[in-house]
């Protein structure tokens, strides 16, 4: 086992990437446990797609820390990660994030308003 300043700055690392997954996962899950009168007041949005961007969002994060945790644990036993999983779980930590980002960016875009079409009047 080694577990010198590379480890440490690993295990640093990680924590950090443990905590943004856990507030991550919390945010999700209060916004689901939300009461369903406060939810329909506050929201005007669509419930479905903020929903599914959170989860979308926790799952990435979630995935992130994963592999970085099994990057640590490669590290303190002196082992490697195939290079397949680990590009594997990177791009799927990135596209959970960039669909929730998506999903958000949905959110953002005030609604499309239909306009009359002009009048061809004197």
Known sequence: MAFGPAFWTAAGFTAFLGVIAFVSFLAYW????????VLRARMYMNRKRLFRGFLSVAIGMITLFALVLAGL???????TLPSETSLAAF??????????????YGLSRPPVVKRAPPSEGP
């Open 30 to 37: 209060s916004l689901r446990r939300m009461d369903e009168v």
């Open 73 to 79: 644990v490669g590290v303190a036993f002196d082992a």
């Open 91 to 104: 791009v799927a930590a990135f596209v959970f994030i960039g669909f929730g980002c998506y999903d958000f």
